[in-house]
């Protein structure tokens, strides 16, 4: 049995900061990549970032430069610390983990455990 529960989320304003957290049970965070996802409402859910078995990490265009993805193996927790907040980053944000595979991807078929998200709102 796996289980991903995301927490941190919360209401901020444009240029605030916030860091959400991915607490794991049912396997370690170091068994094999994390990643985060969003979806806002009447959007399709898309990628935000990814970190590898091996600490490699990916993040999409839109969040570079202000979202960093880590990994606390010996909390079994993966963070995504959000800077520079824009209103547009309003979204639930997801937390998810694939289950064999060590790389980091930005397709979200390839997970295979999901969290049931959290909300961040960024206030203009």
């Known amino acids: 049995q796996v289980q991903l529960v995301e927490s941190g989320g919360g209401l901020e304003q444009a240029g605030g900061s916030l860091r959400l957290s991915c607490a794991a049970s049912?396997?370690?965070?170091?068994?094999?990549?994390m990643g985060w996802f969003r979806q806002a409402p009447g959007k399709e859910r898309e990628f935000v970032a990814a970190i590898s078995r091996g600490g490699g990490t990916i993040y999409a265009d839109s969040v570079k430069g202000r979202f960093t993805i880590s990994r606390d193996s010996a909390k079994n927790t993966v963070y995504l610390q959000m800077n520079s907040l824009k209103p547009e980053d309003t979204a639930v944000y997801y937390c998810?983990?694939?289950?064999?595979?060590?790389?980091?991807?930005?397709?979200?078929?390839?997970?295979?455990?999901w969290g049931q998200g959290t909300q961040v709102t960024v206030s203009s």
């Open positions: 049912g396997r370690t965070v170091g068994s094999s990549a």
């Open positions: 998810a983990g694939r289950a064999y595979y060590y790389g980091a991807s930005a397709l979200s078929h390839e997970y295979d455990y």
